[in-house]
């Protein structure tokens, strides 16, 4: 393969802010993906999912089609705010390119692309291939899920390009993830003339945190993070209002329920006399699972690893993605199909230079064996 002209490719994507919430520039890859499936003659769609985010788009090989073969699936957006691009554009050494996005996931997305640009004529005219890109993975696909879940209902298996892990391994399993608001209402006061007359949201989010750690449960994988925190006012006035984020990871889809009523009953009671705590789900994936029909999808993977030369091992991650949700739709699921990569979400994210051409073969590998 061209190496360079993928690598020019991967830099004019890794190279657009494209947080989540930065719309035009999600719109802007999702263009530039969309002209080169063009100019590979399949028909493309961008879908309007709403004004909060960027358009999603499908791409397919047969647009008529009412069931899919496979049902490729990556995401168009990154975590990173805008400017970041400016700070630390994509750049390379003589092993691996770095850059915002690079592996999470740009590079799966080109690898689909590459790995179809390739395909034999013979398994495109035999198979009906989709390809779903959506704007919004990364704060948990919100407003995507219901589109990927009804074109995954109408697919025999989904393979997710999310990065190949450090070592190479795919992805065979994920936790479930579940993201919620906490707000806290109190009431403000003058901390030194009358703060016996104020409600402290501060002090009952403080009791809370103590309370929603109690309900990690190390031994069955199962963790809770606040992880943001926004409140208060001036140090002199007794806190009326708090608002915090809480991140909650999970193997055991049966575990996450007695989390999440765990939580609202806590909620519920509240943590101070006088503040009134609201729990608000923003997010939700279950965890993915291998069923009896993942495993033979496993088995094929590793098949066409065989006839590549490629060894092909597994790994279970904390991480969710799309996977997880295709996943709970009792669909054949797989992840981490793209190029080898890490670092994700941080400043030294990374790509695997010889794994890019390595992964794009196994890929088209396993298509042609459906």
């Known amino acids: 393969m061209d190496l360079e ?121 035999r198979l009906s291939i989709a390809v779903a890109m959506n704007p919004d993975e990364e704060t948990g696909s919100v407003h995507s899920s219901e589109w990927i879940a009804a074109l995954a209902k109408r697919a025999r298996c989904v393979l997710v390009c999310e990065a190949a892990r450090a070592d190479g391994s795919l992805v065979k399993a994920r936790k479930g993830v579940g993201g919620y608001q906490l707000t806290f209402d109190g009431v403000a006061s003058h901390a030194g003339n009358e703060p016996e007359k104020g409600r402290s949201a501060i002090t009952a989010f403080a009791n809370s945190v103590l309370a929603i750690n109690a309900l990690t449960d190390m031994t069955r994988g199962t963790t809770l993070n606040v992880g943001v925190v926004q409140g208060g006012s001036a140090a002199n006035v007794v806190a009326a209002k708090l608002r915090a984020e809480l991140d909650v990871r999970f193997w055991d889809n049966e575990e996450y329920d007695r989390v999440h009523q765990a939580l609202l009953s806590l909620c519920q009671q509240g943590f101070l006399e006088g503040v009134t705590t609201t729990l608000t789900r923003v997010s939700h994936k279950p965890a993915m699972a291998a069923n009896e029909e993942t495993q033979q999808l496993m088995a094929l993977v590793e098949r066409a690893g065989q006839e590549e030369g490629i060894a092909v091992t597994w790994q279970a991650v904390g991480g969710g993605s799309d996977a997880n949700l295709t996943a709970s739709l009792g669909i054949p699921t797989l992840d981490g199909l793209g190029p080898v990569g890490a670092g994700f979400h941080g400043v030294d994210e990374w790509l695997n230079i010889s794994s890019i051409e390595q992964r794009i073969r196994l890929l088209k590998r396993i298509i042609t064996m459906l």
């Open 5 to 125: 002209k993928y690598i020019n490719e991967l830099q004019t994507l890794v190279n657009v802010d494209c947080g989540t919430q930065t719309v035009a520039g999600v719109a802007h890859i999702a263009a530039v993906m969309r002209d080169l499936w063009q100019q590979e003659g399949w028909q493309t769609e961008l879908v309007d999912l709403g004004s909060e985010v960027g358009p999603a788009l499908l791409v397919t090989n047969k647009p008529h089609a009412t069931q899919y073969d496979v049902l490729l699936v990556g995401h168009l957006d990154t975590v990173f705010p805008p400017g970041t691009v400016a700070e630390r554009p994509m750049s390379r050494d003589e092993h691996r390119l770095y850059g915002p996005g690079v592996s999470d996931m740009k590079s799966g997305l080109l690898n689909i692309l590459w790995a179809m640009r390739s395909l034999p004529a013979e398994h495109l005219a």
